[in-house]
T-cell receptor
Framework: GNSVTQMEGPVTLSEEAFLTINCTYT??????LFWYVQYPGEGLQLLLK?????DKGSNKGFEATYRKETTSFHLEKGSVQVSDSAVYFC????????????FGKGTKLSVKP | GAGVSQSPSNKVTEKGKDVELRCDPI?????LYWYRQSLGQGLEFLIY????????KSGLPSDRFSAERTGGSVSTLTIQRTQQEDSAVYLC????????????FGEGSWLTVV
């Protein structure tokens, strides 16, 4: 079946530190891959996405590259800020629509000043 | 409205009662989704609507759960005879419904069954 596994948190970093949140997936067919972010007290927001192998999604200084050979979509940021504190969810969908997103369990990131 | 709107934002109900959760998608979005977010379970897909029909109900956890969508817009998720394990945040999302479109989430309805 289709599934997403992401590193368990919480992750605590100091401001300006480098961030990596690992995400690997299992999927039939050719999935599209996503990172969603949930800031405290807010709804889920799409952070970035990649729809085919070797695509790189990027937004707000975050990047993730769709690696088919390692079935991975790791999230990275070179220098985190306190405002990046949130829960990050890796997700995938397969098929012709963007329905039925399958999520990882989420990784809580806390950035200390 | 500008985003996906859900109501109520918080609901406390007694075990055994029925609850209805409402979702107003972004205007013009044909696809609508319900998810459940609970501790230890992460985000679970419940049901997907395209227009008023539900081609994928695979995530509904039991026959106590049902959902409908009318006029291609508002959707209602109904939980009958609520149980404590139903306590969770119920998230609604919508999208224009075409491949590659972004899915937009509401802020959720927090349900607590006591």
């Amino acid at each position: 079946g289709n599934s997403v596994t992401q590193m368990e948190g919480p992750v605590t970093l100091s401001e300006e530190a480098f961030l990596t949140i690992n995400c690997t997936y299992t999927a039939t067919g050719y999935p599209s891959l996503f990172w969603y972010v949930q800031y405290p007290g807010e709804g889920l927001q799409l952070l970035l996405k990649a729809t085919k192998a070797d695509d790189k999604g990027s937004n707000k200084g975050f990047e993730a590259t769709y690696r088919k050979e390692t079935t991975s979509f790791h999230l990275e940021k070179g220098s985190v800020q306190v405002s990046d504190s949130a829960v990050y969810f890796c997700a995938l969908t397969v098929g012709g629509s963007q329905g039925n997103l399958i999520f990882g369990k989420g990784t809580k990131l806390s950035v200390k000043p | 409205g500008a985003g996906v709107s859900q109501s109520p934002s918080n609901k406390v109900t007694e075990k055994g009662k029925d609850v209805e959760l409402r979702c107003d998608p972004i205007s013009g979005h044909t696809a609508l989704y319900w998810y459940r977010q609970s501790l230890g379970q992460g985000l679970e897909f419940l049901i997907y609507f395209q227009g008023n029909s539900a081609p994928d109900k695979s995530g509904l956890p039991s026959d106590r759960f049902s959902a409908e969508r009318t006029g291609g817009s508002v959707s209602t998720l109904t939980i009958q005879r609520t149980q404590q394990e139903d306590s969770a945040v119920y998230l609604c999302a919508s999208s224009p419904g075409r491949r590659g479109n972004t899915i937009y989430f509401g802020e959720g309805s927090w349900l607590t069954v006591v």
